[in-house]
T-cell receptor
């Protein structure tokens, strides 16, 4: 069964700190890996990664994929209290449809 | 507003009952996906419809069913409800202009008492 594992489960940091979130996967026929941010309700899309070694950036957030070692990292620099959320990693594999297999998420709490 | 509309936002019902959750995808999106999020299971894929046809199926219980109508809205029917069905049910949609991930609706929180 396809598996996506995120670590750590949770972390607490102070504003201005940098956080690194990990996502490893055991997915055959990999197609893409996606990161989402979930605050109160709906997950919101952050990044989609398909190629190994190419960093995607959006402001203080960045992510990179290693298809050889089957993992991805999400970095958040200069954290702010608004970054407090659950960060979800999901993997899509080649199959009928665009089903995503989600990891359990990392809960990030940024304290002032 | 993500453009994906789910109703109702909250639902409280008794065990054994049947409920229907509704989802309207973003304008122009043909694919609709249903996910269940519970505290101990995370986000679990239930089912996908594409332009009215079932496209992919996850670990959806036999008590659950879904359909997508000609106007592309979708309904998820949950019957013979059990306490363990209490969860957040998300609908998501995606477009046809290349795969760029889902857009999620705000979810329906179902509480079975």
């Amino acid at each position: 069964e396809d598996k996506v594992v995120q670590s750590p489960l949770s972390l607490v940091v102070h504003e201005g700190d940098t956080v690194t979130l990990n996502c490893s996967y055991e997915v055959t026929n990999f197609r893409s890996l996606l990161w989402y941010k979930q605050e109160k309700k709906a997950p919101t899309f952050l990044f989609m990664l398909t190629s190994s070694g190419i960093e995607k950036k959006s402001g203080r957030l960045s992510s990179i994929l290693d298809k050889k070692e089957l993992f991805s990292i999400l970095n958040i620099t200069a954290t702010q209290t608004g970054d407090s959320a659950v960060y979800l990693c999901a993997v899509e594999y080649v199959a009928a449809g665009n089903k995503l297999t989600f990891g359990g998420g990392t809960r990030v709490l940024v304290k002032p | 507003d993500s453009g994906v509309t789910q109703t109702p936002k909250h639902l409280i019902t008794a065990t054994g009952q049947r409920v229907t959750l509704r989802c309207s995808p973003r304008s122009g999106d043909l694919s609709v996906y249903w996910y269940q999020q519970s505290l101990d299971q995370g986000l679990q894929f239930l089912i996908q419809y594409y332009n009215g046809e079932e496209r992919a199926k996850g670990n959806i219980l036999e008590r659950f069913s879904a359909q997508q109508f000609p106007d592309l809205h979708s309904e998820l029917n949950l019957s013979s409800l059990e306490l363990g069905d209490s969860a957040l049910y998300f609908c998501a949609s995606s477009g046809t202009g290349g795969w760029d991930g889902y857009t999620f609706g705000s979810g329906t929180r179902l509480t079975v008492v």
